[in-house]
């Protein structure tokens, strides 16, 4: 970014708490975009397709939630445990989800693909946060502050719940019970109490408020859902592929930007991949190796 326009920036987020948020959330919706792969698309090929349908619904949510049951029985759950020199890693692979239960009482709910490593010892609670997502239950210790550590910037708390999303570059911290104290790497400092979301980079704390809704959309997974609320059709594929040993591809531009609502499991894309293509003129072809690629019909 060229020094004026960066300076511009800046002065635009200052000026406004909901403009950082609003910042980082573009920034990171941006990195996760696959415009790597639309590069030499026609511009007219590119215009945006933001028609809000949602999904109607074919699939109740009951027999969803069949689905999901069905997708547990079969072994969905894992844990990879080591014992590392002052402490303990806990890592699931894609598609796994568990709990590890920790010394002093409290737990951490490890979604897909998520590594940290803890030590619970003396007056020391301290997690190192590597990757992934995870939703913590936090036993309270005035003695010793439960401390996340998530190189960029550190979570402390005395006991309460939150969830942790570390993205590519923006880490978002969800509070669900409690209060949280969040230091970035340039010292900002913020209070995050229940109800509250706040993005987290090296220069940016950005805290705003979720409404019921949102807020159970960000922890829907640990009840084995994915929750839609409008996320264009690339953010719904996104969130499926973080489950799937082969991904959903978007082969048409045309598509990304579809508005999608509805409440799937997290192994349930292939119901998912139905609903795209009797709501909406999608086609979606299955390669041998089991990738699945959407175009527009």
């Known amino acids: 970014m060229q020094p004026d326009v960066r300076a511009a920036a800046e002065a635009w987020i200052d000026a406004d708490p909901r403009h950082a948020v609003a910042f980082v959330a573009a920034e990171a919706t941006w990195d996760a975009s696959p415009h790597a792969r639309l590069r030499d698309v026609p511009p007219s090929v590119l215009a945006p397709v933001r028609t809000p349908i949602r999904v109607p619904p074919l699939l109740s949510r009951r027999v969803v939630g069949v689905s999901l049951l069905a997708a547990s029985a079969v072994g969905a ?3 990879s ?3 590392l020199p002052g402490g303990d890693r806990h890592a699931t692979g894609r598609g796994q ?5 920790l010394a002093d009482g409290s737990s951490i709910a490890l979604n897909t693909d998520t590594r940290l490593d803890v030590s619970i010892e003396g007056s020391k609670r301290l997690v190192r946060f590597i990757d992934g997502e995870a939703l913590f239950t936090v036993k ?8 996340v550590d998530l190189g960029n910037a550190r979570v402390e708390v005395l006991g309460t719940a939150f969830n942790i999303r570390k993205r590519t570059d923006v880490v978002e911290l969800t509070v669900t019970h409690g209060l949280v104290s969040v230091t970035a790497a340039n010292g900002r400092r913020a209070r995050v109490p229940a109800g509250k979301t706040t993005l987290i980079r090296p220069d940016i704390v950005a805290t705003t408020d979720l409404d019921d809704a949102r807020l159970r959309q960000r922890v829907a997974w640990q009840d084995g859902y994915i929750e839609l609320n409008d996320e264009t059709l690339d953010q719904a594929v996104a ?3 973080r489950y799937r040993d082969q991904p959903i591809l978007i082969g048409d531009p045309r598509i990304a930007s579809l508005a999608i ?9 292939d119901a998912f991949v139905s ?3 009797a709501s909406f003129a999608i086609t979606a072809e299955r390669t041998p190796d089991g990738v699945v690629v959407l175009r527009k019909a």
Not at 97 to 101: F, I, M, P
Not at 140 to 147: G, N, S, V, Y
Not at 261 to 269: E, I, L, Q, W
Request: charged fraction near 25%; aromatic fraction near 12%; avoid cysteine.
């Open 239 to 241: 969130e499926f592929n």
């Open 261 to 269: 609502a509805g409440r799937f499991g997290v192994h349930d894309s």
């Open 97 to 101: 989800q568990t709990v590890a239960r």
């Open 81 to 83: 445990r080591v014992f």
């Open 275 to 277: 609903a795209l293509q």
């Open 77 to 79: 759950v894992g844990l």
């Open 140 to 147: 309270r210790d005035e003695a010793r502050p439960f401390i």
